[in-house]
């Protein structure tokens, strides 16, 4: 059964910092795109970023840019969201996916949900002004 699970939400004050990680089950992250959204409260949910097998990073959110990073560690088939200097409007649900498998395991259209195959439950990040 391929699964996502993600870790690391939490409450955290502005300017702050976070980290994300996405642990995935039954597949080879090395062998997958993944991405990574966030869902805010009364927004619908958005793409933030990509990571291709290559290690090849996209970034999708024009404020997160130079704030959030996108890594992988394929030995510990994880994926991260390093989060720093948060804004309360980074608060959201943040959720990893992944295309791999039968599907070619590009960021192309990476920011659109119907990219991905697998999704992870969401972990709840707070920011607080």
């Known amino acids: 059964q391929l699964q996502l699970v993600e870790s690391g939400g939490g409450l955290a004050q502005s300017g702050g910092s976070l980290r994300l990680s996405c642990v995935a089950s039954?597949?080879?992250?090395?062998?997958?795109?993944i991405g990574w959204f966030r869902r805010a409260p009364g927004k619908e949910r958005e793409g933030v970023s990509c990571?291709?097998?290559?290690?090849?990073?996209?970034d999708y959110v024009d404020s997160a840019k130079g704030r959030f990073t996108t890594s992988k560690l394929n030995t510990k088939n994880t994926v991260y969201l390093q989060m720093e200097n948060l804004k309360p409007e980074d608060t959201a649900t943040y959720y990893c996916?992944?295309?791999?498998?039968?599907?070619?395991?590009?960021?192309?259209?990476?920011?659109?949900?119907?990219?991905?195959?697998?999704w992870g439950q969401g972990t709840q990040v707070t920011v607080s002004s």
């Open positions: 039954g597949f080879a992250v090395r062998h997958y795109a």
């Open positions: 996916a992944a295309r791999g498998g039968r599907d070619q395991p590009t960021c192309a259209d990476g920011a659109t949900e119907g990219h991905y195959n697998v």
């Open positions: 990571i291709n097998p290559l290690g090849v990073v996209t």
